[in-house]
T-cell receptor, first 113, second 115 residues
Framework: DQQVKQNSPSLSVQEGRISILNCDYTNSMFDYFLWYKKYPAEGPTFLISISSIKDKNEDGRFTVFLNKSAKHLSLHIVPSQPGDSAVYFCAASSSNSGYALNFGKGTSLLVTP | DAGVIQSPRHEVTEMGQEVTLRCKPISGHNSLFWYRQTMMRGLELLIYFNNNVPIDDSGMPEDRFSAKMPNASFSTLKIQPSEPRDSAVYFC?????????????FGAGSRLTVL
């Protein structure tokens, strides 16, 4: 049963515009959320995270928003660059599962010049 | 640091053969995770270790799958006998502990094709 869901398999955005990637979760015990980025033939790499006690975390062009009541988080990339084209995975963890990451299926982002 | 090292990067084998995937975690990391990526199921956690001890293997699909971590610098994932449905990319990841703030660092993956 998929506890972390990314309902958009793909997204296309023009360079310079905002990219918004969405993620929903079902397990209310999740207390830590992360975004990973993956290029072809490479492993996922960590991008940004947020704990459940916050509703926003920002790192340069990347901002993650958390809405606990809606069990929803989103990743905003502003401005989008062609090098941001990759698959983005949302992940969540909880203390009662040893903080092992549960991943969504990913959203493939294409940033066009 | 060289990061998490996985081998082989690619493996093609025939149904029924034994497959062994290897992982060297980042030095000093004491938690190690094995994930499998398929189109249908995405990234699924198979098993994870803390201080070389298996903590949760509930994601291991069947008894044909086994994983070991004989020391802090080496882990193996073995499939015996392999089946075509085992075809996937297998990722190993390590972290410096088990907490929300600890970030998993992934290897480049081992792409397995079972004919």
């Amino acid at each position: 049963d998929q506890q972390v869901k990314q309902n958009s398999p793909s997204l296309s955005v023009q360079e310079g515009r905002i990219s918004i990637l969405n993620c929903d979760y079902t397990n209310s015990m999740f207390d830590y959320f992360l975004w990973y980025k993956k290029y072809p033939a490479e492993g996922p790499t960590f991008l940004i995270s947020i704990s459940s006690i916050k509703d926003k975390n920002e790192d340069g062009r990347f901002t993650v928003f958390l809405n606990k009541s809606a069990k929803h988080l989103s990743l905003h990339i502003v401005p989008s660059q062609p090098g941001d084209s990759a698959v983005y995975f949302c992940a969540a963890s909880s203390s009662n599962s040893g903080y092992a990451l549960n991943f969504g299926k990913g959203t493939s982002l294409l940033v066009t010049p | 640091d060289a990061g998490v090292i996985q081998s082989p990067r690619h493996e093609v084998t025939e149904m029924g053969q034994e497959v062994t995937l290897r992982c060297k975690p980042i030095s000093g990391h004491n938690s190690l995770f094995w994930y499998r990526q398929t189109m249908m199921r995405g990234l699924e956690l198979l098993i994870y270790f803390n201080n070389n001890v298996p903590i949760d293997d509930s994601g291991m699909p069947e008894d044909r799958f086994s994983a070991k971590m004989p020391n802090a610098s080496f882990s193996t994932l073995k499939i015996q006998p392999s089946e075509p449905r085992d075809s996937a990319v297998y990722f190993c990841a390590s972290s410096s502990g088990l907490s929300g703030a600890n970030v998993l660092t992934f290897g480049a993956g081992s792409r397995l094709t079972v004919l």
